[in-house]
Antibody, heavy 122, light 107 residues
Framework: QVQLQESGPGLVKPSQTLSLTCTVS??????????WSWIRQPAGKGLEWIGRIYTSGNTNYNPSLKSRVTISVDTSKNQFSLKMSSVTAADTAVYYC??????????????WGQGTLVTVSS | DIQMTQSPSTLSASVGDRVNITCRASQSISSWLAWYQQKPGKAPKVLIYQASSSKSGVPSRFSGSGSGTEFTLTISSLQPDDFVTYYC?????????FGQGTTVEIK
């Protein structure tokens, strides 16, 4: 059973870069043909998909965030990461990492981390 | 972007009730739709994928139907653990998008 765990600073200053890491256990991030995603949820609000990375390193991003977001993978550490630049208070949210439910291009999210709250404030 | 609209936003029901939650897409998404359940303070969990396929281990009282632009999540007999929030999500075209959520509350 794969498990995911987000980590990173809980407080980021406006205009700075948010950096989060998702550590995968219970399986190798490079085995299989899964997509690995980041999703966020502001307090009391709905879910927003940020983007995803394939084990090959190919990425897809939400166009609304694409100019500020980079997702990368480190197979040696069994981790993938999110960097979001020029953050504002609107980026305050719980950030989740997730793995696709099954192989393939069109797939929902099957396994999720517990989420980590990131607050943007000076 | 494909807009996903859920109705109702809040649903009041009792234990044992049969309830339906509707999700409408702004354009056809074939059957590329999933339903998630989210409990307070927890990550969402997928219940249904490809509109009507149940994830292994999901209670049989949860079922999904629909295709194209209109979809339904049915809970055949509400249990105490089911009074939480549900989201639909399309994965037909980028960016993947979610409905705004439906909260099922105790009447």
């Amino acid at each position: 059973q794969v498990q995911l765990q987000e980590s990173g600073p809980g407080l980021v200053k406006p205009s700075q870069t948010l950096s989060l890491t998702c550590t995968v256990s219970g399986g190798s991030i490079s085995s299989g043909s899964y997509y690995w995603s980041w999703i966020r949820q502001p307090a009391g609000k709905g879910l927003e998909w940020i983007g995803r990375i394939y084990t090959s390193g190919n990425t897809n991003y939400n166009p609304s965030l694409k100019s500020r977001v980079t997702i990368s993978v480190d197979t040696s550490k069994n981790q993938f990461s999110l960097k979001m630049s020029s953050v504002t208070a609107a980026d305050t949210a719980v950030y989740y990492c997730a793995r696709a439910l099954y192989f393939g291009e069109l797939t929902p999210f099957g396994s999720w981390g517990q989420g980590t709250l990131v607050t943007v404030s000076s | 972007d494909i807009q996903m609209t859920q109705s109702p936003s809040t649903l009041s029901a009792s234990v044992g009730d049969r309830v339906n939650i509707t999700c409408r897409a702004s354009q056809s998404i074939s059957s590329w739709l999933a339903w998630y359940q989210q409990k307070p303070g927890k990550a969402p969990k997928v219940l249904i994928y490809q509109a009507s396929s149940s994830k292994s281990g999901v209670p049989s009282r949860f079922s999904g139907s629909g295709s194209g632009t209109e979809f339904t999540l049915t809970i055949s007999s509400l249990q105490p653990d089911d009074f939480v929030t549900y989201y639909c999500q399309q994965y037909n075209s980028y960016p993947w998008t979610f409905g705004q959520g439906t909260t099922v509350e105790i009447k």
